[in-house]
Structures are given as structure tokens and as C-alpha cells.
């Protein structure tokens, strides 16, 4: 078990240019999750997967996001056409849906900043 | 709706002290509630947690019991060290655990 990795963990973008991060979970987790952080506050939910499956998206999650996790494994997010206001920590987290276990496991982040 | 309340930081202590951070929350049916610890440069980690009301959750000697009455689950602990230094977020699941809130987290110091 080598816990929830992020890459990359730092990112520089000019605003307008489009950027890709990558989330690999816990290897027998089947939910991940993705949430925004901003300075000083606690992270909030952006989307989440079921295996393969999208099943909820926040309204937070603009149409310049997309995220994917095509094989039930490993999840990339997207953001497109970036913003100043995209410029936050990205964090991804994972869990198994079973009863009583479904702690949600954190990566350290990736870390977004749009000049 | 779902929601978590904590109480801004941050708090600054000396070792040995003794450690509340607050927490409340607004909740629809009957949520789990967790503290996460996030350290400088890393990701959150699952501190302990509680899924019922009057449970206890323990960890590396912190505690917090989920208080449906007054819709609280306080973090405490007895003697705090300078590697207790960190961020701390209370944060809920509702029933269904598709997803977290968190609270907007506080931060502790603790002094040698």
C-alpha cells in the first residue's frame, strides 16, 4: 500500500493555457474523489467516481473542468481555459464503498497556480 | 444541508498544555464525523472518527465524542506537544459517504 499519489505536485500556468493532473488511488479502492483548497480553508468536493462511474459533480465544477477515470483506476483532471481563480491546491482522496471502511484516504496535492 | 463549523484559529500553546479545538455542525439524517490532521507540505490524514452518536474516537492520545444534543464533536487532548503543531479539519459524511465536508480548519502552535 503506498497510499493516494498525486502528480504533478507543483504546477505554474499562464492563464488561458490548459492543465492535466493525475491521481493514482489506494490500489483496491474503488471510489475517488477530487476537492479544491484555498488558502485557509478546508477542501471542498468536486467530483467523485464509483469504479469507472461519474456519479456526482459539484457546482463548483465549472465546464472548464472535466475528470475521468477510465478504467477504474488511476483519475485525470482537467481544467481548460485557466483562470486566476483556479489557482488552489487540488487534492485527491480514495476509499473502498463497503461497510465501515469507507474512509477517504488523501494525496498530498497537487498545487495550481495561474499567473 | 450539510455543514461543518470550527472555530478559527489559530490557537497557540506551550507543550503540556491542555487542547480543545471546537466543532459543530448542521447535518440532514444521521452523519459520520471524522478530524483530519494536515501537517506542513503534506496531504490530510485521518485522525479519528466517530459514526454514531456517543461514540468515542481516539487517537495518539486525542479524543472527541459525537454530541447529537449539541450537534458537536470537540477535538481534545490532554497534553499537547510541539509535533502536535498542524492544521486540524472536523469534517462529516452523511449517510450515503459520497462525499466530505469540511470544516475551514484550525491551526495549532505549540510552543517548546
Known amino acids: 500500500d503506498t497510499g493516494v499519489s498525486q502528480d504533478p505536485r507543483h504546477k505554474i500556468t499562464k492563464r488561458g493555457q490548459n492543465v492535466t493532473f493525475r491521481c493514482d488511488p489506494i490500489s483496491e479502492h474503488n471510489r475517488l474523489y477530487w476537492y479544491r483548497q484555498t488558502l485557509g480553508q478546508g477542501p471542498e468536493f468536486l467530483t467523485y467516481?464509483?469504479?469507472?462511474?461519474?456519479?456526482?459533480k459539484s457546482r463548483l465544477l465549472s465546464d472548464r473542468f472535466s475528470a475521468e477515470r477510465p478504467k477504474g483506476s488511476f483519475s485525470t483532471l482537467e481544467i481548460q481555459r485557466t483562470e486566476q481563480g483556479d489557482s488552489a491546491m487540488y487534492l485527491c482522496a480514495s476509499s473502498l464503498s463497503k461497510e465501515g471502511k469507507n474512509i477517504q484516504y488523501f494525496g498530498a496535492g497537487t498545487r495550481l497556480s495561474v499567473l | 444541508g450539510n455543514s461543518v463549523t470550527q472555530m478559527e484559529g489559530p490557537v497557540t500553546l506551550s507543550e503540556e498544555a491542555f487542547l480543545t479545538i471546537n466543532c459543530t455542525y448542521t447535518?440532514?439524517?444521521?452523519?459520520?464525523l471524522f478530524w483530519y490532521v494536515q501537517y506542513p507540505g503534506e496531504g490530510l490524514q485521518l485522525l479519528l472518527k466517530?459514526?454514531?452518536?456517543?461514540d468515542k474516537g481516539s487517537n495518539k492520545g486525542f479524543e472527541a465524542t459525537y454530541r447529537k444534543e449539541t450537534t458537536s464533536f470537540h477535538l481534545e487532548k490532554g497534553s499537547v506537544q510541539v509535533s502536535d503543531s498542524a492544521v486540524y479539519f472536523c469534517?462529516?459524511?452523511?449517510?450515503?459517504?459520497?462525499?466530505?465536508?469540511f470544516g475551514s480548519g484550525t491551526k495549532l502552535n505549540v510552543k517548546p
Open positions: 469534517a462529516l459524511s452523511p449517510y450515503n459517504f459520497n462525499k466530505f465536508y
Open positions: 467516481f464509483q469504479n469507472e462511474a461519474q456519479l456526482e
Open positions: 466517530a459514526t454514531k452518536a456517543d
Open positions: 447535518a440532514t439524517g444521521y452523519p459520520s
